[in-house]
């Protein structure tokens, strides 16, 4: 049974950091390429970051030089490190394979006040 729950967000000032994390079971994560969406209200979801099991990472535009992925293959998990926050980053962030799959988390909300 694939799982994907993710953790870590909360409310934080512009300027702020977080660290997101996502633990992933039931054979979705071993050698798959995995990513960080997030969904902000009334927009699309959308792919912000994604990193190869061997770790080569690409990121959005919007997020670049901020937001950092990482993941632990040992422990199928993996993180975002978000800095120098900002509003527009206000979302609910989830983990999944990219291409992404059926299967989505609860997600964790991240809200960056100004």
């Known amino acids: 049974q694939v799982q994907l729950v993710e953790s870590g967000g909360g409310l934080v000032q512009a300027g702020g950091s977080l660290r997101l994390s996502c633990a992933a079971s039931g054979n979705i994560f071993s050698m798959a390429v995995m990513g960080w969406y997030r969904q902000a209200p009334g927009k699309q979801r959308e792919l912000v970051a994604s990193i190869a099991s061997f770790g080569i990472a690409n990121y959005a535009d919007s997020v670049k030089g901020r937001f950092t992925i990482s993941r632990d293959n040992a422990k199928n998990t993996v993180y975002l490190q978000m800095n120098l926050l900002k509003p527009e980053d206000t979302a609910v962030y989830y983990c999944?394979?990219?291409?992404?799959?059926?299967?989505w988390g609860q997600g964790t909300q991240v809200t960056v006040s100004s």
């Open positions: 999944n394979r990219n291409p992404y799959t059926n299967y």
